[in-house]
């Protein structure tokens, strides 16, 4: 356990799954520990911490148990701190609310991701400026050959070095947000009338298009190949909900 017997989280400082995670539990009010491994090296950490069930983060520390996934680790804090829930009270808007977070983490946050990659490794710089803030100490040591070896471990590990991959990523993320703005349909939020772990998941598995100021992430330019496709959708109504969900309802840790 963290500082006083607090539940820590051990993330992945850019990666939008962790910003899933950590959202759940400032939404919460759930005071914890944070702790950010060099990526790369946090596989082996995730192991260990699981003994061999994770290879991946986030992984959150509470009561003892060492839970992986962001989904798993929104459902053990709605046990642990119901209030105020994500899920909702009704059966049929929880069961809709689950299937919406299964459709985002399965069938686009894994996409997001792959095309964010493919285009950001193939300009080093703003690759090395975005991977320095989930590791600078590793960034100012190393300068351009953790670069290189961090672009290629990318490449390998997501298939961000495969171009046909990333197209076929970047039409997956364009079909989220076709369906996110069908499922709105014009309403402020997925299920219901509040605010529930559909939203925070769509939410903050698409941050990377608009990269709203409370995730803490900060890029001055992105690759001109992911602008043409995100610069649009910003301005598109999911682009605009995306905002609107992190300025409503992103409170600061």
Sequence with gaps: MGTNGQPILWHIV?????????????????????????????????????????????ILELDGRRVGDSTAIIAALEERFPQPPL??????????????????????GPYMRRFAFHELRREPELFGALAAQAAPELFARGGSIVNAFAR????????ARD??????????????????????????YLVGDS?????LTAAALLYPLVFPPEVGV???????PYERVAAPLRERPAGRWVREMFRRHRRPH
Excluded: C, N
Excluded at 19 to 43: N, Q
Excluded at 87 to 108: I, N, S, W
Excluded at 152 to 159: C, H, K, L, S, T
Excluded at 218 to 224: G, N
């Design 87 to 108: 899920y909702p009270q009704d059966p049929g808007e929880r069961r809709r609310a689950l299937e919406l977070e299964e459709f985002f983490d399965e069938q686009v």
């Design 163 to 188: 171009a046909a991959a990333s197209e076929g990523a970047r039409e997956k993320v364009l079909a989220g947000v076709d369906r996110l703005e069908a499922e709105l349909d014009g309403r402020d």
């Design 195 to 199: 605010f529930t772990v559909a939203d």
């Design 14 to 58: 850019i990666s939008h799954y962790s910003e899933k995670a950590r959202w759940a539990l400032d939404y919460k009010g759930v005071a914890h520990d944070r702790r950010a491994p060099t990526p790369g090296a946090h596989m082996p950490v995730a192991l260990w911490l699981t003994r061999g069930r994770h290879y991946t983060l986030p």
């Design 218 to 224: 900060v890029v001055e330019r992105l690759p001109e």
């Design 152 to 159: 290629a471990m990318i490449g390998v590990r997501y298939r």
